[in-house]
């Protein structure tokens, strides 16, 4: 689990550096499909990930607007500040959480239930998501995407 999250924070970061060398402009350009632009993109991947974690450890939900981070230091630093709280979960994460359960009301009323190793493995699932969009969209501009290759990073010793 915690092999997954650290290949996700460290393509995130080589995103933020390949966002460096983009105008702001198309940085905020709305795109066709995902969340809008490349910028709230990855406001939205910061976004859920702490979002879930608060929510599995009892805490209150997020609710930022991406109107308050439209610029890549604001983005950056939103996930500094929320990284650690995000990181300390994740590195103490063990077996015995795998099955715990988690219930969440839907707008309609129903109540769902799943388990924390499945909502940790949707987090995971849901950068890998969007950062096939963001390298559509990198191509898109006439830009190479960050790669998205595991193989090499040396998260495995």
Not at 99 to 119: A, C, H, K, N, P
Request: with cysteine.
């Amino acid at each position: 689990m915690q092999t997954f999250f650290k290949y996700n924070w460290m393509v995130r970061e080589e995103w933020y550096r390949w966002c460096e060398e983009v105008s702001e402009e198309e940085l905020l350009r709305t795109r066709t499909g995902g969340v809008g632009s490349i910028l709230q993109t990855l406001f939205h991947v910061i976004d859920v990930e702490w979002s879930w974690i608060r929510l599995l450890q009892g805490k209150s939900d997020f609710e930022g607007d991406f109107g308050d981070y439209k610029s890549l230091d604001q983005v950056r630093k939103l996930d500094a500040e929320f990284r650690s709280e995000v990181e300390e979960f994740v590195n103490n994460w063990d077996n015995s959480m795998e099955s715990q359960l988690f219930y969440d009301t839907l707008q309609d009323g129903r109540i769902v239930t799943d388990t924390w190793g499945e909502l940790m493995r949707h987090i995971i699932a849901h950068e890998i998501h969007h950062i096939g969009q963001l390298s559509v969209w990198a191509r898109e501009i006439g830009k190479k995407p960050v790669s998205a290759n595991f193989i090499g990073r040396g998260l495995i010793s």
